[in-house]
């Protein structure tokens, strides 16, 4: 009998430290270091859009529409700063928007109220038919287009955007 409470402790003990080193792997993704001004620019040298495109602007979180227009959310609260990059001709269904939140903690549900909330009939005449919204450390981007405008620019924008920064982090947001 105290043979096998041996051999049965044994087993446990080792379970015990495969269970310990098998676990899930938690790996701590290093935050992008850089402007969101710069990511933008990183991101368009690696997938080019074939229109013109403007600079990466601040959202102005004291105009009352902007986090609505550019975010798709109400309130500025969790956000630290956010950038916007659109087609300089207003009827060309495009959007580029990366945004630094205050608390990682929070940032899957910033991103599913950004997913749910953007209008992707924010411009006359035309849709973005595609939506991606993706995170890595405490960035969010989210990409919409019109994918007869720029076919396979938002599934490239999201590879730009994991060659930029690293890992993505949770959940990928696709819609289109």
Do not use: H
Request: with cysteine.
């Amino acid at each position: 009998m105290k043979k096998i409470i041996a051999i049965v402790a044994a087993l446990v003990v080792v379970l015990g430290v495969f269970a310990a080193c098998g676990g899930e792997k938690q790996s701590e993704i290093t935050p992008y270091e850089g402007t969101l001004e710069d990511l933008t620019a990183k991101l368009y040298e690696i997938q080019p859009v074939e229109f013109m495109v403007g600079p990466a602007m601040q959202v102005d979180f004291a105009d009352e529409y902007a986090p609505s227009t550019y975010l798709g959310v109400e309130s500025t609260e969790g956000f630290k700063e956010a950038t916007w990059s659109e087609s300089m001709i207003g009827a060309q269904a495009y959007s580029l928007v990366l945004a630094r939140v205050s608390d990682t903690a929070k940032i899957e549900e910033l991103k599913n109220a950004m997913f749910n909330g953007i209008n992707t009939r924010k411009w006359i005449c035309v849709e973005a038919d595609q939506l991606r919204v993706v995170s890595s450390g405490d960035i969010i981007m989210l990409i919409m287009v019109g994918s007869e405008l720029a076919p396979g620019v938002a599934d490239g924008m999201v590879e730009a955007f994991k060659q930029t920064v690293g890992e993505l982090s949770g959940e990928t947001l696709t819609r289109g």
